[in-house]
């Protein structure tokens, strides 16, 4: 049985570190692609306070499309430079978005989100998925989160 979730009272980045660990465990030495991700998924809704969709998108053709996530189904395709998503695909870089009504073109999946993290995955230089978490809450992501997923895209950029 698995259960991960953070210790009661542990800092951010402490948390991260956990978050990560456990995402290693699960990922070391297993190829198929869409284990990984579906873990992983599972893993950030479990272990994430106040979210409401975890997941993420693929690459695929030069357009996102949707992977393993947890959450509410969501749309399928997303064009390079459209939305949260296709933004941090298009520039390689994350968004950090405290309010997505303030976020021109927010591509609204579910009418609860009140905020986003995006944040690419790369393997040799280029954009191979994204790894989204979306909020009810706003502003509920901040650097150290970008910070943490950021470390978890590397971890997962071999293994996905
Ligand atoms: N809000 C995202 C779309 C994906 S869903 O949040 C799952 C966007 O603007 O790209």
Do not use: K
């Given at each position: 049985m698995y259960d991960f979730r953070p210790a009661p009272g542990a800092s951010k980045p402490d948390s991260y570190a956990d978050l990560l660990a456990a995402a290693d465990g699960l990922t070391?030495?297993?190829?198929d692609t869409v284990a990984n991700m579906a873990n992983v998924a599972a893993l950030l809704w479990e272990f994430l306070?106040?979210?409401n969709w975890t997941g993420f998108y693929r690459v695929v053709g030069g357009e996102l499309v949707l992977g393993p996530f947890a959450g509410r189904p969501a749309c399928i395709r997303i064009a390079f430079g459209s939305g949260v998503c296709g933004g941090a695909a298009a520039q390689a870089k994350t968004q950090l978005v405290p309010d997505v009504h303030a976020?021109?073109?927010?591509?609204?999946?579910?009418?609860?989100?009140?905020s986003e993290l995006v944040v690419p995955v790369l393997r040799d230089g280029k954009v191979v998925a994204v790894i989204d978490l979306d909020s009810p809450?706003?502003?509920?992501?901040?650097q150290e989160d970008a910070k943490g997923i950021e470390a978890l895209a590397k971890l997962l950029a071999d293994r996905i």
């Open positions: 070391a030495g297993e190829r306070p106040d979210v976020f021109p073109g927010h591509i609204a999946c579910d009418a609860l989100t009140l809450m706003h502003g509920r992501f901040d």
